[in-house]
């Protein structure tokens, strides 16, 4: 009789990653590219903190617009998209559904690509709007929330009509990321391009965005990602329940409070930026919550880990949500947020959040997902190798050295005797150690995206398992060979 669940439970599986193949990898694939498209940016922005000169003759790459356009293609070509592969996907796992409408969802994909593209353009082109993250001109938000409706709806009525029994809290993180999304994403750009406000409450609203990006939509999405990969692969259970639950709810307490900060100084009731700066310190709570209880499961089976090219990524950007949680704490206290507000400290800190955490689990989902749906082994472990410690050096290399580099560049700026130069200059050599570590990161990246392309392409190695690539020293029947769903801890 288990043998014979055991067999439907695998045609079950097979027919939900059948019916997800084309959107899934359709997302990571554009994501990959796009990836590819901000680094770029990236080099050329760096490069222009300590070398001003650079493209110069070029209207296209002055300096505001190609930052602008950096930001932009990292969070909605490459975050959102992998948010959205590794959502559906799981989802569909969890909730035992098979997708009805990848048609819709592939659709609303490439009109999600066309209004990104037409925005990247628009930006490069002199019609940004001057608000980070929000710097697409206005034409291009309404096609975006609306590819995304279309996009997550499925999943949403999937976790409805999912067969009864216990709900797993990856669940609770991608259901309240999939709601989250289009409340803040809609009513901030409604705020700031469908009314004429003040351009003081346009700057409020728009911190306020940036900051539920990252805690409000990659936060969960990734912590929901890793509670599925960590036990799963392991097959063991998380460590502790009860941490579980806590990270979630402080989590979902927290985040929506958070953001007003980056306003510090500025004529607004002063509780505002302290309440922003309380509430992105308490984030280091749900970040450690989660970090600590994955952390400590991992631990069980190092071996397993260090086989494990989804493990591998995953543990580390377990390690980075935690460093994440400590520069939110030390970012946005009061004192330090005197000294670092108006320099390149903000960037470590969003890169630390979308490409050191976020990203690192998005890689290690996708080496997970992308056998199962494709039916194909990876190519070379060589390859997936370098991507991994290129990517590690390089997010050291970026994230941490800004947040420092920053600090410096805030201490020169509140040296009232010295000339603004003074400042300008202690940025240099962390400007350059940033070009350099974008550059490691190209590289990285062209390795992800070709193999990733030739999966797509389902050029690899035909397997019957779902992935050869970790060799457990122990069979389970819910490890990576019996593939059963297990996904973190059950909630009634």
């Known amino acids: 009789m288990a043998t014979l669940e055991n067999d439907q439970d695998t045609i079950l599986r097979a027919s939900i990653d059948r019916s997800l193949r084309h959107p899934v990898m359709f997302f990571f694939t554009s994501g990959a590219a796009w990836l590819a498209v901000a680094i770029l940016l990236g080099i050329i922005s760096s490069a222009k903190v300590h070398s001003p000169g650079f493209l110069d003759s070029c209207p296209w790459m002055t300096y505001g617009r190609v930052t602008a356009a950096h930001q932009t293609a990292l969070v909605y070509g490459w975050g959102c998209q992998a948010a959205f592969g590794m959502a559906i996907w799981l989802m569909a796992r969890l909730s035992r559904q098979t997708c009805r409408n990848a048609g819709v969802i592939l659709t609303a994909g490439h009109v999600w690509n066309l209004a990104l593209s037409l925005g990247v353009i628009g930006i490069l082109a002199g019609a940004g709007t001057g608000m980070p993250w929000m710097e697409m001109p206005s034409f291009a938000w309404m096609p975006m929330l609306l590819s995304y409706i279309a996009i997550v709806v499925g999943s949403m009525v999937q976790f409805k009509v999912r067969p009864e029994g216990h709900t797993y809290i990856s669940q609770w993180y991608l259901m309240a990321a999939l709601i989250w999304f289009p ?35 990659f936060a969960p999405v990734g912590i929901a990602m890793a509670y599925y990969l960590v036990p799963k692969v392991l097959g063991r259970p998380v460590y502790n329940y009860s941490l579980s639950l806590i990270g979630f709810w ?14 510090t100084g500025v004529p607004i009731p002063n509780f505002l930026p302290y309440l922003g700066a309380f509430a992105a310190i308490l984030f280091a709570v749900p970040a450690a919550m989660a970090g600590i209880n994955l952390l400590k499961t991992a631990t069980t089976d190092l071996a397993t880990v260090n086989e494990s090219p989804t493990l591998r990524f995953t543990v580390w950007g377990l390690i980075f949500l935690l460093i994440f949680g400590l520069a939110s704490v030390l970012l946005n206290l009061p004192s330090v947020m005197r000294i670092t507000q108006f320099t390149i400290s903000g960037y470590g800190y969003d890169v630390l959040g979308v490409y050191g955490f976020f990203s690192f689990i998005a890689f290690g989902a996708i080496y997970f997902i992308v056998p199962r749906i494709t039916r194909r082994e990876w190519l070379s472990r060589r390859l997936i190798k370098s991507h991994f410690f290129l990517s590690l050096y390089a997010v050291f290399g970026i994230a941490l050295v800004a947040i420092f ?23 240099v050599p962390y400007a350059v150690m940033t070009t350099v570590s974008w550059c490691f990161l190209l590289v990285s990246n062209f390795f992800f995206f070709v193999h990733l392309t030739l999966m797509w392409l389902r050029l690899g190695r035909r397997s019957s398992h779902p992935t050869l690539l970790v060799e457990p020293h122990h069979h389970d029947p819910h490890g990576p060979e019996g593939d059963i769903d297990n996904a973190g801890p059950a909630v009634h």
């Not at 580099?405 to 003074?422: I, K, P, R, Y």
């Open 250 to 263: 402080s989590l979902a307490i927290i985040a929506p409070w958070a953001g007003m900060q980056k306003l």
């Open 183 to 217: 409340w803040f994403f809609g009513s901030a750009h409604l705020l700031v391009h469908g009314f004429s406000g003040s351009p003081l409450g346009a700057a409020g609203v728009n911190a306020w965005f940036r900051s539920a990006m990252l805690l409000m939509l």
């Open 405 to 427: 580099g920053g600090l410096m560049q805030g201490v020169g700026q509140e040296t009232f005797t010295s000339a603004w130069e003074d400042a300008a200059d202690r940025v």
